[in-house]
């Protein structure tokens, strides 16, 4: 019986948040249709660029509805939005459907963000766990310049520095791309490790590996600092509780002290930071992706905003925006789960 409650209490959390993320995602697609009709020109000048003229103007206007009330035209951008339909790339993929742009480009940019977040928090977490148990001694204060470090030096000026170091002048990692364009690869997923992993061509799957290295580690350097300094002190803060005294007073073993009492409880505030962190790899993919030329959403936002490629920024923001709010309900999920009193908030 008790179970069951709990079952329902997380299951009321989850529809809760359900509700809070589609009206988060309806806000956010006002203000992209408000802000693609607050450009100079409008999207018509967008699309037609130099050749606009009275006539062709009236008829792409036509063509998109722009003729239309405000209502009617957010409607019809909603229905698009929903089923996909952003138009056609100018700058990005000339010819080429937005959908289908960001479709190609997605999986560069999961591999790098998946590859830099599993780097953040293998050396952040653990870091800052031993940091926290030895509190004042060389080992803490080095973690925390460490981590001051990761935070102040620029994503960009650490890519170009890991890149000339390990690429230019060691050899010991490719400069630039996904993969060796010499390597006759399989492609099935897009996913260049996991496609060499399926086909069994692991000397792909590595060389893709390799050719990450270097930018997931520039893009892992904000996250993993901000997670080492948010573990050091939560668990600080967890070590000086009454139930870990006891624990220890009990003659548990460390093992036991550490798992089931520190670790458990210090990981709330890091579990809502990850969540945090995953939404800002997609601002450092910007640069990294430019950096190390990986076709990836960051370079396709790049090339959107200075070229003007408003149907592939549309669908870069809303799906950014998407991306973001599904992992924080993934967070919430997960805070819920380890901390029941969130359920009943």
């Known amino acids: 019986m008790l179970a069951r409650d709990r079952g329902i209490r997380l299951l009321r959390f989850i529809v809760r948040r359900l509700l809070q993320m589609i009206g988060v995602l309806l806000v956010l697609s006002l203000l992209v249709f408000f802000w693609l009709r607050a450009l100079p020109g409008g999207p018509v000048s967008a699309l037609l660029g130099e050749r606009a003229t009275p006539e062709t103007r009236a008829a792409m206007e036509k063509a998109l509805g722009l003729d239309q009330p405000l209502p009617m035209q957010y409607l019809r951008f909603l229905n698009n939005a929903i089923h996909g339909q952003f138009g056609t790339s100018i700058a990005v993929q000339p010819g ?46 080095g973690s925390v310049i460490i981590s001051l470090i990761g935070v102040a030096v620029p994503v960009f000026f650490l890519a170009f520095v890991l890149k000339y170091l390990f690429a230019v002048e060691l050899h010991w ?90 670790m458990r409880n210090a990981m709330l505030p890091v579990v809502t930071t990850i969540g945090l962190q995953v939404g800002g790899l997609l601002t450092g993919a910007v640069l990294t992706e430019t950096v190390f030329s990986i076709a990836g959403l960051g370079d396709a936002m790049n090339v959107g905003f200075s070229q003007k490629d408003y149907p592939v920024l549309q669908i870069l923001i809303l799906m950014a925006a998407l991306t973001y709010v599904v992992v924080n309900l993934l967070v919430d999920i997960a805070y819920a789960y380890l901390d029941p009193r969130v359920r009943t908030r």
């Open 96 to 141: 080429a459907d937005a959908m289908q742009v960001f479709l190609n480009r997605l999986p560069a940019t999961i591999e790098l963000s998946v590859l830099a977040l599993i780097f953040a928090l293998a050396a952040g977490i653990p870091l800052g766990y031993l940091a926290a148990r030895h509190r004042g001694t060389f080992l803490d204060g």
């Open 173 to 262: 990692l490719p400069l630039n791309g996904r993969q060796d364009p010499n390597l006759d690869a399989t492609r099935v997923t897009g996913f260049y490790i996991l496609d060499g992993i399926i086909t069994r061509e692991y000397d792909a799957a590595w060389d893709a590996f390799k050719h990450l290295i270097l930018p997931a580690l520039a893009l892992a350097s904000i996250p993993f600092a901000v997670v080492l300094r948010i573990t050091r002190a939560s668990v600080l803060e967890v070590m000086d509780e009454d139930y870990v005294r006891t624990a220890e007073a009990k003659g548990l073993t460390n093992r036991t002290i550490r798992g089931r009492h520190i």
